[in-house]
Nanobody, 129 residues
Framework: AVRLEESGGDSVQAGGSLTLSCSVSGLRVGDSEMAWYRQVLGKECELVSTIRVDGSQSSADSVKGRFTASRDAAKNTLYLQMNNLKPEDTAVYYC???????????????????????WGVGTQVTVSS
């Protein structure tokens, strides 16, 4: 069975940095397109960053230049380096074993519609001004 588990969420001041980790079992991060999503309270689910099988990565405009996705195949772990954090980055962050533009009112709806087994349970990031 596939399992993804996020860690690293915390409360930080604006301008600070955090690194989220996603430990994966049941599939190899180097062989799969992986992604980070986030759920801001009251807003739609957002695809934050994707890292493809060839190692290339892309990010949403809202985080471009500040967030970077990476992976460590030896540890089978996905990372999201977040720099210059802003209060609007406050959200629950999820890792997932695929990348799609979310649909529906929120991430829980989207992951249930897609395949909830390919998602982690999320980690909270809170950025204060």
């Amino acid at each position: 069975a596939v399992r993804l588990e996020e860690s690293g969420g915390d409360s930080v001041q604006a301008g600070g940095s955090l690194t989220l980790s996603c430990s994966v079992s049941g599939l190899r991060v180097g062989d799969s397109e992986m992604a980070w999503y986030r759920q801001v309270l009251g807003k739609e689910c957002e695809l934050v960053s994707t890292i493809r099988v060839d190692g290339s990565q892309s990010s949403a405009d809202s985080v471009k230049g500040r967030f970077t996705a990476s992976r460590d195949a030896a540890k089978n772990t996905l990372y999201l380096q977040m720099n210059n954090l802003k209060p609007e980055d406050t959200a629950v962050y999820y890792c997932a074993a695929y990348s799609r533009i979310p649909s529906g009112p929120n991430c829980v709806y989207f992951m249930a519609k897609e395949d909830i087994s390919l998602w982690g349970v999320g980690t909270q990031v809170t950025v204060s001004s």
